[in-house]
């Protein structure tokens, strides 16, 4: 009967430490084929059979053909079900297992533990060197959830025409090359398909044994090389240890201003009940004063000791090893509930069950998020294009507040003000409008007819210099969800202009940063070359046109921040808060540099 099996060339390959033994075949196909139709047989039922192929190629083969029923969607009558036919068939050859299925149950977890995963970087090997690489689909290591997460990429060859400068921080998650007549692709979870007719089941073991051949002995492709990889999280830990912990924090502030979820707090206390003291809990809504402390504690980034305790976070918060992933330990986080749909569980495991954190290690090549470990092949050497970002400001040290105080006379911004910081640099440029609050782009947007330049800028203050990367995230989180705008349009540009910026400036909150906002007669066109609609013709259909996305920060100082930087390239260690500065500010120069503009960032020397 197997000999009737016509098969495709769509397989999973594992490597296994040791030999395989019954009682592990056993369960995956036990876990298979759960599903299988009720008092049927196995049309196909062969257990670890010992084979040869007419090559010489010794294999072990487990097979299970079967029935299975689906109900029928499309019809509101549980009578009617759809019989289909299920396989899983395993190929033990060498110390590999190959893997061929479909329709079965879900098994695929116990395999992944039981075996290792021959991953995209091990399967790239199966790719030769002269191969056309016809699409790609990448996800971006970053660590801001405002950044583009996923790309793709189409052409007749990719390699030739790939722009490269990114890549080393993009982890390929699929890629379909054409390579002598045949088309091949391999996806992020391992699969690999090769085009061919149906074959039997020989002809898959001889092929899958000359594809083990290629993983032992061949290279990784040159082009895939560039892209960053997803390592073994126990490969990291045994060379670099945890750094530091960014929780993020806007991702829950958002779902929760979205009205997705909800924050709640289990209070515990004595009650008696009957004449009986007992402990009672009871879950209770969270005043917003107390959501407010705790976002902008959790916001901060906490170092982690060689013990994997978080530093100043809270007593016995840690970061636990698991098996093969980390999380987070914190009593305090227990505490804290999150509401969706009805249901409570803690704000701990909602963090750690959604992927809500980063992590990065003493070696900055590499960085846990999304519950996977990922290496940067480009990492350190991207330090001087990073530096080179940094525009040292004299000034800056002397501002002392984000906007400044307002009044209902007020026509300008306080001296001591970020705002009034960036309008005096720009104060050269044609044009200045100030884009604070609604529908923003920006909170400055400046157009210089002699730079050919139309610049955004993003201000954010702290008095805080030494740790300050949840801040910097947030800035770069705006600087990168606006990136879009930059490429507006005639009419776009216009609509602001008669209707946002001919409006005075209202502050968000009042002069003590508290209740309503003050309405000020601050203009919102700061400065008006006075022939508005014909210049913004003119620059939109320039050649010499650059946009620059400019930060406007405070609390980062160039001096410093490179001094830590050079250690780094010269391979000492660091600061966790350091690390996580270098990811961040990596992630808004690629994000710039892929949309067409210039970043740049204003900062203390």
């Given amino acids: ?327 987070i330990y914190s009593k305090l986080l227990r505490n804290f509930k999150i509401e969706e749909n009805g249901k409570l569980e803690s704000l701990l495991n909602y963090i750690n069950k959604n992927g809500l954190f980063c992590l990065t290690f003493d070696n900055p090549r590499y960085m846990y998020c999304m519950e996977s470990c990922f290496e940067d092949v480009s990492g350190v050497s991207e330090i001087d294009s990073i530096l080179a970002m940094l525009y040292p400001q004299n000034n800056i040290k002397q501002v002392t507040s984000e906007k400044g105080e307002f009044s209902t006379v007020q026509e300008a911004f306080t001296p001591n003000s970020m705002f009034n910081f960036v309008e005096m640099i720009h104060s050269n440029n044609d044009y200045i409008f100030c884009d604070d609050l609604g529908d923003e782009w920006a909170d400055h947007l400046t157009i210089d007819l002699k730079d050919f330049s139309i610049n955004f800028i993003h201000s954010k203050y702290s008095n805080d210099e030494t740790n300050s990367a949840s801040r910097l995230q947030d800035v770069v989180g705006q600087g990168i969800k606006n990136l879009g705008n930059m490429h507006f349009s005639r009419q776009q540009i216009l609509n602001k202009y008669s209707t946002t910026f001919a409006d005075s400036y209202k502050s968000g909150k009042g002069a003590n940063g508290k209740g309503k906002g003050v309405q000020t007669k601050i203009s919102r066109i700061r400065k008006d070359a006075g022939n508005f609609k014909q210049d913004i013709d003119l620059i939109l259909k320039n050649p010499k046109l650059h946009r620059k996305c400019i930060l406007s920060c405070n609390f980062i100082s160039k001096s410093n921040i490179e001094k830590e930087l050079r250690k780094l390239q010269q391979g000492h260690k660091v600061g966790g808060h350091i690390i996580q500065w270098l990811w961040i500010l990596s992630s808004f120069s690629h994000a710039a540099k892929d949309a067409g503009v210039f970043p740049m960032i204003y900062c203390a020397p």
């Fill in 1 to 327: 009967m197997p000999d009737r099996l016509e098969l495709t060339k769509n397989v999973l390959f594992f490597k296994s430490n040791v030999s395989p033994n019954d009682i592990v075949i056993h369960e995956i196909l036990k876990l298979a084929t759960d599903n299988k139709e009720d008092n049927t047989q196995f049309i196909i039922d062969k257990f670890r059979t010992k084979k040869q192929t007419q090559t010489n190629i010794d294999y072990t083969l487990s097979i299970k053909v079967f029935s299975t029923v689906r109900p029928v969607h499309f019809l509101d009558d549980d009578n009617y079900e759809d019989r289909i036919y299920a396989y899983i068939i395993l190929m033990e050859i060498d110390d590999y297992l190959v893997l061929l299925s479909k329709s079965c149950s879900t098994y695929l977890q116990f395999v992944k533990d039981s075996f290792q995963l021959i991953d995209v970087s091990e399967l790239s090997k199966l790719v030769g060197k002269n191969a056309d690489f016809q699409k790609i689909s990448l996800r971006n290591m970053t660590v801001s959830e405002k950044a583009i997460r996923n790309r793709s990429f189409e052409a007749s060859d990719l390699e030739g025409s790939f722009s490269s400068h990114s890549a080393g921080r993009s982890v390929p998650s699929y890629f379909k090359v054409r390579e002598q007549g045949q088309t091949k692709s391999i996806s992020a979870s391992g699969r690999f398909v090769e085009s061919s007719s149906r074959q039997s089941v020989e002809s898959i073991v001889e092929w899958a044994h000359s594809q083990i051949q290629l993983i032992k002995n061949a290279k990784e492709n040159e082009f895939l090389q560039i892209f960053a990889k997803k390592v073994l999280l126990n490969d990291v830990l045994s060379s670099c240890n945890p750094a530091a912990l960014l929780i993020d924090v806007s991702a829950i502030e958002e779902r929760i201003e979205d009205g997705i979820i909800s924050l709640k707090y289990e209070r515990k206390r004595k009650e008696k009940i009957n004449g009986k003291t007992k402990r009672v809990k009871k879950v209770i809504d969270v005043p917003n004063v107390i959501s407010d402390k705790l976002f902008l504690r959790l916001g901060a980034v906490y170092e982690i000791d060689s013990n994997l305790d978080i530093v100043s976070l809270e007593e016995s918060t840690k970061i636990n090893r698991n098996k093969k992933t980390l999380s």
